[in-house]
């Protein structure tokens, strides 16, 4: 394999849970040795958040966390002590990337803000990613995921149209949003000091990073100064285009703390379009309704209602697979829709080799996690390195960049400025 892109990058991460974590994954993906920097005191709380593995450190055996921190080192220091934050500063000199996500004045009040990082470094280049940035009334708040979802306007635009309400998505979505428009900040930064031999810091708001997905409807706010509707599963320029349910599927799940696996009936559902008045043509006879194959665009509009009660009765008696199927031969538009279950066995990502094992010691035979979703041809797509244990490479990392000496480290342990394990963990 030839050179990964960030081969030769040293990142600190002091981020949590998911936004920087997910940033410092992508650069890890991308070659970078990336340094999981947790307090004994104060770790990464996503490291205890369930599900994990029954029976197990939870620490060290969390899905969630092992998913988005995986092929990075774990390095422990209580930058709260002055012998913690004495180290990191030395450590920094010997990096090229600092990434944070803590509220805006945490590292002030830590006693490393941007003057101390950039004289412990010149060359660092720094991406803090507070939820609504180092400036600005609302600098102090904490935003999760969800709170930066709706306080972007993206919340706005989800829903089903009909009673105005708004509908957060299933998941944090501005946390993987900002994630990757920080790890995008981070190579503009390297490749700024390439030219000018110098660092940067770069202030980088998730609010902002939401707002920003909302792109037509921002542009159709400033043109005509009214909010865009709620258009459910529907599009204004296609009729009928919907979300329909099909027969049941038996599947058994695996639920995490459940042993053995638990067997159960999961709902499949299929979006179905008729982009053109040929497609159309082909899935009213496909549904054997010859007797609406004639109607025009703007009068399946108008009945659009009865259209989707059409193509339901018509799903409803058949598995999602064949829907898929069916319409796709008629030559009209169709896909299914995934759940975070059926998508392990999707033929495509099987067959473009998405998911990948990498053995751990304290997760499941057999874990699939998702590869990164950018490769070059003709290499390797599967993981490098499972996610670290706590501390797992403090003393390697300690020694090998700063020479500490053995004597050294174990006081650094017997202070807890250092440690292979949470003080006081807990669970959730």
């Not at 005509?224 to 204004?236: A, E, L, V, Y």
């Not at 339901?312 to 279950?341: C, L």
């Not at 990164?372 to 993981?383: I, P």
């Amino acid at each position: 394999m030839t050179r990964l892109p960030l081969d030769g990058m040293r990142v600190a991460d002091l981020s949590m849970m998911w936004a920087g974590p997910f940033a410092t994954k992508l650069l890890a993906e991308m070659g970078a040795d990336v340094l999981k920097i947790e307090s004994p005191s104060a770790w990464d709380n996503i490291r205890t958040l369930i599900p994990f593995p029954a029976d197990s450190e939870p620490w060290n055996a969390s899905y969630y966390f092992n998913t988005y921190n995986r092929q990075k080192r774990s390095v422990t220091l209580d930058l709260a002590q002055d012998a913690g934050r004495d180290v990191f500063l030395r450590l920094l000199a010997h990096c090229d990337v600092l990434v944070e996500n803590y509220r805006a004045d945490v590292l002030d009040n830590l006693g490393i803000g941007y003057d101390v990082l950039r004289a412990a470094n010149p060359q660092l280049v720094i991406v803090s990613m507070a939820g609504f940035g180092k400036t600005g009334e609302d600098r102090s708040l904490v935003g999760f995921g969800p709170v930066i979802e709706m306080m972007s306007g993206l919340t706005s635009l989800t829903g089903y149209g009909d009673d105005g309400i708004p509908y957060k998505c299933g998941v944090s979505y501005g946390d993987p949003v900002g994630g990757q428009m920080a790890a995008a900040a981070v190579v503009l930064g390297l490749m700024q000091r390439r030219r000018t031999g110098t660092g940067t810091v770069i202030d980088l708001a998730q609010r902002e990073t939401g707002a920003a997905m909302a792109g037509e409807a921002f542009v159709a706010a400033s043109r005509h100064g009214t909010d865009q509707p709620q258009w459910g599963n529907r599009d204004p320029r296609l009729a009928p285009q919907g979300c329909y349910r099909c027969a049941d599927q038996d599947l058994t799940r695996w639920e995490g703390t459940a042993t053995p696996p638990v067997p159960g009936t999961e709902e499949q559902w299929v979006v179905v379009a008729a982009r053109t008045d040929a497609e159309w043509r082909a899935l009213a006879r496909l549904v054997g309704r010859d007797d609406l194959a004639g109607l025009d665009l703007a009068t399946r509009q108008q009945r659009h209602d009865e259209l989707d009660e059409v193509l339901a009765a018509w799903a409803r008696q058949r598995t999602a697979a064949d829907v898929v199927a069916e319409v796709r031969a008629a030559g009209a538009t169709a896909g299914r829709v995934h759940d975070t279950v059926s998508v392990h066995d999707d033929p495509q990502l099987a067959a473009r080799g998405h998911w990948s094992t990498f053995p751990h010691p304290h997760m499941p035979d057999g874990w699939r996690q998702p590869v990164a979703a950018w490769h070059r041809v003709g290499e390797d797509r599967g993981l490098r390195a499972r996610a670290p244990l706590f501390g797992e490479h403090t003393r390697t990392v300690l020694t090998e960049l700063l020479g500490c000496t053995a004597d050294e480290l174990d006081e650094l342990a017997a202070a807890s400025v250092i440690g292979d394990a949470p003080i006081n963990p807990g669970v959730g």
